[in-house]
T-cell receptor, first 116, second 111 residues
Framework: GAGVSQSPRYKVAKRGQDVALRCDPI?????LFWYQQALGQGPEFLTY????????KSGLPSDRFFAERPEGSVSTLKIQRTQQEDSAVYLC??????????????FGSGTRLTVV | GESVGLHLPTLSVQEGDNSIINCAYS??????FIWYKQESGKGPQFIID?????DKRQGQRVTVLLNKTVKHLSLQIAATQPGDSAVYFC??????????FGTGTLLAVQP
């Protein structure tokens, strides 16, 4: 597609519920990133994929967070047993290049998760 | 739409004036810097970038200045327009592929 597509656009979950957030990167983009953005703050890195390989998951806040990209295209971020502090906008970005910043990121519009 | 600008530093300018948004970055090893614009309900949008071997780079109506000595980055927007109203983030990158974002500045353009 023309841009990075994320779904759902909004998600309301009851505390303790599991959620799955989807990211469709730009076709052919090698790198895919997930960021978490709390209200009024800058995005914070969660995890990075190069094709299907998850090369960096240092930003995942707990073992309740899990991300996958099994075929090197679409990615899913799963949050188990959601808690109120998980409420945030989850942003996905993709880039053409495999390493470094030779190619810029393109961000999706994000999924706003509200845990009640 | 929802706001991303709550409790952020705010810069208020008149339409047609020049805007300067400042950012202090944290890691002296960072070698790549980007400015993003984020409107309510949207993801960050790339504006301009600069590598650490440069101290100035110009785009259309925007200029980024980098001072590595004091780890300071600035974004200058010429002839600011109402459509420039948004939250602006600086971000730094280094050996890894992840970006570290600053706290953001809300630019409010008064007509």
């Amino acid at each position: 597609g023309a841009g990075v597509s994320q779904s759902p656009r909004y998600k309301v979950a009851k505390r303790g519920q599991d959620v799955a957030l989807r990211c469709d990167p730009i076709s052919g983009h090698v790198s895919l990133f997930w960021y978490q953005q709390a209200l009024g703050q800058g995005p914070e890195f969660l995890t990075y994929f190069q094709n299907e390989a998850q090369l960096d998951k240092s930003g995942l806040p707990s073992d309740r967070f899990f991300a996958e990209r099994p075929e090197g295209s679409v990615s899913t971020l799963k949050i188990q047993r959601t808690q109120q502090e998980d409420s945030a906008v989850y942003l996905c970005a993709s880039s053409q290049g495999g390493t470094g910043f030779s190619y810029g990121y393109t961000f999706g519009s994000g999924t706003r998760l509200t845990v009640v | 739409g929802e706001s991303v600008g709550l409790h952020l530093p705010t810069l208020s300018v008149q339409e047609g004036d020049n805007s300067i948004i400042n950012c202090a970055y944290s890691n002296s090893a960072s070698d790549y810097f980007i400015w993003y614009k984020q409107e309510s309900g949207k993801g960050p949008q790339f504006i301009i970038d600069i590598r650490s071997n440069m101290d100035k780079r110009q785009g259309q109506r925007v200029t980024v200045l980098l001072n590595k000595t004091v780890k300071h980055l600035s974004l200058q927007i010429a002839a600011t327009q109402p459509g420039d109203s948004a939250v602006y983030f600086c971000a730094e990158g280094g050996a890894t592929n992840k970006l570290i974002f600053g706290t953001g500045t809300l630019l409010a353009v008064q007509p």
